[in-house]
């Protein structure tokens, strides 16, 4: 169940402030697309040989410690699995009159901080929705910086990652990704797989609707072959061939969402069916120590019931 701190809204009609005020607690009432793929600004000013953030500024991952919580929080309460669908970077730069790029550059720092917090807090799975399947028919330039900007976190992070106890793991149609950033993804999860600290699902190139289907088609092979029958069909066999069999916690405890907006945007439609939600009105680069503490603080204080009855 949620806990609301305000009234269920009716519209989404949240804007990002242009002061950073509180993060707030809302539900949304419907899935709403229609504003999934807004128009593009007019500043959408891509430039690769810009690009030249060095994303490895805040050096190693803390070595495996035990820290001491915010006073807000309870160890015991911990979720085990957070997803955060990162949200805002373009409208954090062009509020403050930069290049989009810039903004997604800031994101890839907010969102080192969070798995560096995540380290230090003990919790286990941390997924971020990186690149949508929809993001595709976005301008070429666009999509071309971002690959290339994940493929440059993923090279200057790598070692950083692997010393730290970190397992990457990258669902998605990785068909579509540029081939060099599909060996880095093989390189960079077999170096990583066994390390146990933290799991770090990123989700590019993703479409939660095709997750289903590809499952179901699947179950759907095995059948034909003869491997299982009509009636062995049920939900433990679909969730076994979705892409977040790689971990042993597919199922989030907390999805975070950023920037006010309020819907899921096709993002683990079947492993959220018993989800938390929290949708904050930070843009994602603002999103720091302080508004993950009170994402979980309000998941620490909701009353899980799956159905049942408390």
């Not at 242009?18 to 419907?30: D, F, M, Y």
Request: net charge negative; charged share 25%.
């Amino acid at each position: 169940m949620l806990s609301l701190r305000f009234a269920i809204p009716t519209a989404n009609t949240l804007t990002p402030p242009k002061i950073k005020p509180k993060p707030g607690l809302v539900v949304q009432t419907a899935w709403n697309q229609t504003d999934l793929f807004p128009s593009l600004p007019k500043r959408y000013d891509y430039k690769l040989q810009a690009a030249t953030t060095d994303l490895s500024v805040a050096g190693d991952i803390p070595a495996e410690e035990v820290v001491e919580l915010p006073a807000e929080l309870s160890r015991e309460l911990l979720p085990k699995h957070v997803a955060v669908i990162m949200d805002g970077n373009g409208r954090w730069a062009r509020q403050r009159g930069l290049a989009t790029s810039a903004g997604h550059e800031a994101g890839v720092k907010a969102l080192r901080e969070l798995i560096e917090l995540c380290c230090q807090w003990g919790i286990q799975v941390l997924t971020v929705f990186a690149f949508s399947y929809e993001n595709w028919i976005r301008p070429k330039v666009e999509v071309d910086f971002l690959m290339s900007l994940f493929e440059r976190a993923l090279k200057s992070e790598m070692e950083s990652f692997s010393r730290g106890g970190i397992r990457i793991s990258v669902i998605g149609d990785s068909t579509k990704l540029p081939t060099s950033l599909q060996k880095l993804i093989n390189e960079v999860e077999e170096t990583t797989k066994h390390n146990s600290r933290l799991q770090l699902i990123v989700a590019v190139s993703y479409s939660g609707k095709y997750d289903v289907v590809q499952a179901c088609r699947s179950v759907a092979e095995k059948a034909k072959d003869g491997q299982i029958q009509l009636d062995d069909i049920n939900e433990s066999l679909i969730e076994q061939e979705l892409e977040t069999n790689c971990t042993e916690h597919p199922y989030p405890d907390l999805l975070i969402r950023t920037s006010g907006e309020l819907r899921v945007s096709n993002f683990l439609l079947w492993q959220l069916a018993y989800t938390e939600l929290f949708f904050a009105q930070e843009l994602w680069p603002d999103f720091r120590k302080d508004e993950f503490v009170d994402a979980l603080s309000s998941y620490q204080q909701r009353q899980r019931r799956y159905g049942g009855r408390h």
